[in-house]
């Protein structure tokens, strides 16, 4: 929840920031604290002992965790979109 | 950015075989809290700088909610779905889940708040799933509808996958994709925030 919290902080105030420098010095900022994290994350995975036996399943299970949501996004989204919104034919005709 | 967190998390991983322990090294993984607080933070800040959010939405009604709504309760029920195909709690797979293709803020996150094997399967899921909306979107504004192709973007519609959005769509499509990825990316930090507290 603490997460929550300060990314609410951040919201409000970036709410009063109207300069353009900010926008890309926080996108550094971003893009620092990102790679910073998920080179901790590696250095986390890659220290396991049994690492290189447990890559194929991690594999795997990613796979499950990326084709499931994204199906099934696209027909809930298409079926909605359908349903409730104008223009549902719109496609390449 | 993907060669950018893939190169961080390839060096990551070569360091951890490795065993390679220096200060450095103790300084940044002792500070990973820090670190995502700095990230949720500019990532606020991000959300908040946003123009004209408020008066798009006005403009184009509850209706540009349909999209995002449609891609977040697909998410959160395919992380009940995985759930039960992988035998991962469903606390963790929705928060995985939740990630709606933002594989780098999904991955750190959630490395550090449940642990590094669930953040690298919510980094590369959420990857596969950015890198798979680029090959699927033309496909879908042939065989489906413009709007459709935003399901699979998810979080991403507003940033990397809309180049496809403009060459593949019309330009209302295109605003909306804008508001649903400023939308599902307000979503992500605390849908998985929420998710792990189940």
Redo the contacts between chains.
Sequence with gaps: MDIIIVMCIGIIIGNFIKFKQTKIINEKIQLISTIALIFAMGVNIGSKENFVDELASLGITSFIFFIIPTILSIFVVYFLTKRFMDGQKEKGE | ?VI??VS????????????INNSV?AL??SN?DL???????????????QDDVLTKIKQYNI?IF??P???I???F???F??SL??G?PYSY?TA??SG?GWY??S???I???V???L????????L??EI??FF?IPF?????????C???A?ATSEDTTLPMMLKYT?E??VVLSVLNGIICSFFV??LI?LCL?L
């Design positions: 950015m950018y967190t961080a998390l390839i060096i990551g991983l070569l360091v951890g075989i490795a065993h090294l940044l993984t990973t670190i995502l607080y700095i990230l949720m933070f500019s990532v606020g800040i991000s959300i908040g700088m209706k349909i999209i709504l449609g891609i309760v697909a998410s029920a395919a992380g779905i995985c195909l992988t991962i797979s995985i889940t709606m780098s803020l991955g750190a996150t490395s550090k708040l642990n590094a094997e953040g690298s399967i919510a980094f590369l899921s959420n596969m799933r798979f909306s699927i879908i504004a042939l065989r489906f509808n413009y709007y459709t935003i399901a699979p998810g019309n209302h499509t930090p605390i925030s507290s």
